[in-house]
């Protein structure tokens, strides 16, 4: 069994950055590949960012891009999603998930793939 915890949520203002984690615990973190996902009031959950296990090409929606950053530290069993230039739609209850692969350019994008999931935080992007 897989436990995440995500930490590093909070307000900030807009054009502001901030940087979420995950520390992970219970399996070899080394054959985890995690997802970062947000979810809005109201909406459906949203697909961030992905990093494989080995930490190679991470990916990014689309909504991101350029202003993410998806890392790991496998000595640490943490992943880190900085994200910068925020905006108010930015808003939303962030989450860290992972499924277990020996495919290290394997990316999933559909949170219905993951298999496990931290409890969120709360990111709110507001003056």
């Known amino acids: 069994q897989v436990q995440l915890v995500e930490s590093g949520g909070g307000l900030v203002q807009p054009g502001g950055s901030l940087t979420l984690s995950c520390a992970a615990s219970?399996?070899?973190?080394?054959?985890?590949?995690v997802g970062w996902f947000r979810q809005a009031p109201g909406k459906e959950r949203e697909f961030v960012g992905h990093?494989?296990?080995?930490?190679?090409?991470?990916y990014y929606s689309k909504s991101v891009r350029g202003r993410s950053t998806v890392s790991r530290d496998n000595a640490k069993n943490t992943v880190n999603l900085q994200m910068s230039s925020l905006k108010p739609e930015d808003t939303a209850v962030y989450f860290c998930?992972?499924?277990?692969?020996?495919?290290?350019?394997?990316?999933?994008?559909?949170?219905?793939?993951?298999?496990?999931w931290g409890q969120g935080t709360q990111v709110t992007v507001s003056s």
């Open positions: 998930a992972a499924y277990v692969t020996s495919h290290d350019k394997l990316i999933l994008v559909d949170p219905r793939d993951y298999r496990y």
């Open positions: 990093i494989s296990p080995s930490g190679d090409g991470p």
């Open positions: 219970g399996s070899t973190f080394s054959n985890l590949a």
